[in-house]
C-alpha cells in the first residue's frame, strides 16, 4: 500500500530524490565509492557543497547581493544561539509565536536585553500577534515564519531598519517573498528541504563583525563564511540530499511554480475542515492558517477512534498533532503531491457519511 507520509519532520521528500540519493549510496559519481564514505575535501563533495549553496541563494533571488549560504551542524535550535552570539550587542527585539521562538528567546537572554515585542503564548500560539511596534535601537528583530506545532504562518513582515532575522525551518522555498529584506535566515533541512542532520544559513556579510564580545569559533559566522562551510567535516549525506532537493524544485520550476501547487493543497484542505461539521481548525484567525502545517480538531473526541482507523487504511501516515496541541496536524511541504492531500479529503468525506 502507498504511504502518504504528513510528518512534521523529519518531512516528506521527492521520490527522484531518494531515487538519486540511494544510488549515490552505492556508488557516488560513478566512483566505485558511497557518498557516505568519501573525503569532504575531494573534488566530488566540494562541487555538491558549492552548488547547494548556489542553488539556495538562485531560489532565494539573492546571488550577487551580498549574501553567503551556508550549510551547518546543530539545527535550528544551534541557530538560537548563534544568531545572538553574533549579532546582540545590546539589545534585541522578538516576536514569540510558537514553541521555537520562544526556545530562541530563552538562549538570546543568556547574551543580552530581549524585548519581547508581542507573544500570543497566553493563548497557547493560535494566533500571530499584530499591530506590535518593534523599538528603534535593537540589534536586530527575529521572528519565526511557520510555527509547525501550531499551525499558523506570517503571512506579511514587519518593515524596520534593524537587520530581520527569520527562522523559516517549515515554510522555507515554499513561497514567494522579498528575500532581500532579511539579514539573516535559517532553517533546519528536515522540514521541507532535506534530512535530518544539516542547517542552512543565510547571511547578509555587512550586518557582522559588530558585536565586541569574542566568538568561539564553532560560533563564529565569519570563521564559516571563510571556509566555505567545511571549517568542520560538513554532514555530508545531508547536505547532497538538500542539493538534491534544490535542483528538484529548479526542475520544477522553482518557488513560484511549487507556491502555486502549496496553495492549491492548502485550499483545499481548509475548505473540508470549515465544511465538514465533525472537525474544526486550532487557529483562530483563518489569515494566521499555515499553508505548510494545518491543525484542527474532532469535535467529538468519542469518535477518534474511528477516524484514526480510516486513515491507517488509507495509508495515511504522520497526521497526529504535536503532543501540546493534540488533534491532527497534515503537514503538506513542498514535496507532499497534491493526491496525497485530496486522499486525506476524501476519508474526511467519507468520515462524516459513516459517523
Known amino acids: 500500500m502507498k504511504k502518504h507520509n504528513f510528518s512534521a519532520g523529519p518531512c516528506i521528500l521527492p521520490q527522484p530524490v531518494f531515487q538519486k540519493a540511494s544510488e549515490a549510496v552505492l556508488n557516488f559519481n560513478d566512483l566505485g565509492l ?12 566540494v562541487e555538491v557543497m558549492e552548488t547547494a549553496r548556489n542553488l539556495a541563494l538562485e531560489h532565494l533571488g539573492l546571488q550577487e547581493k551580498g549574501y553567503k549560504a551556508l550549510f551547518l551542524h546543530g539545527g535550528a535550535s544551534l541557530q538560537f544561539l548563534m544568531t545572538a552570539y553574533n549579532l546582540l550587542e545590546n539589545k534585541a527585539a522578538y516576536l514569540n509565536t510558537g514553541t521555537w521562538s520562544d526556545k530562541a528567546i530563552k538562549e538570546a537572554k543568556v547574551l543580552g536585553e530581549v524585548v519581547e515585542v508581542a507573544s500570543s503564548k497566553n493563548e497557547n500560539f493560535n494566533f500571530i ?57 535559517y532553517a533546519g533541512a528536515q ?36 571556509k566555505d562551510s567545511m571549517f568542520n567535516t560538513p554532514a555530508v549525506f545531508p547536505v547532497y540530499v538538500s542539493m538534491l532537493t534544490l535542483q528538484w524544485l529548479k526542475d520544477l520550476g522553482g518557488i513560484s511554480a511549487i507556491e502555486k501547487v502549496n496553495n492549491q493543497k492548502a485550499k483545499i484542505l481548509y475548505q473540508e475542515i470549515d465544511r465538514n461539521p465533525l472537525f474544526d481548525g486550532f487557529v483562530v484567525n483563518k489569515e494566521d492558517r499555515s499553508k505548510m502545517n494545518a491543525t484542527f480538531n474532532i469535535k467529538k473526541p468519542e469518535l477518534k477512534d474511528s477516524f484514526d482507523s480510516l486513515i491507517q487504511e488509507a495509508g495515511i501516515s504522520g497526521i497526529n498533532g504535536h503532543r501540546s496541541v493534540g488533534g491532527y496536524r497534515a503537514s503538506m511541504y513542498n514535496a507532499m503531491p497534491l493526491e496525497s492531500v485530496e486522499l486525506l479529503v476524501e476519508v474526511m468525506k467519507d468520515f462524516e457519511k459513516h459517523a
Open 129 to 185: 500577534p499584530k499591530n506590535y511596534s518593534i523599538p528603534s535601537d535593537v540589534d536586530y528583530f527575529h521572528c519565526t515564519s511557520n510555527n509547525t506545532i501550531f499551525g499558523t504562518q506570517l503571512q506579511s513582515f514587519p518593515e524596520t531598519n534593524a537587520p530581520l532575522v527569520c527562522d523559516m525551518s517549515s515554510d522555507i522555498f515554499s513561497r514567494q517573498l522579498d528575500f532581500s529584506k532579511f539579514s539573516l535566515i
Open 191 to 226: 522540514k521541507n528541504m532535506g534530512p535530518s542532520g544539516t542547517t542552512l544559513v543565510i547571511i547578509k556579510e555587512d550586518i557582522l563583525g559588530k558585536v565586541s564580545r569574542a566568538i568561539p569559533s564553532m560560533l563564529n559566522y565569519k570563521m564559516h563564511i571563510e
Open 34 to 45: 558511497s557518498i557516505l564514505e568519501i573525503s569532504h575535501r575531494s573534488k566530488d563533495f
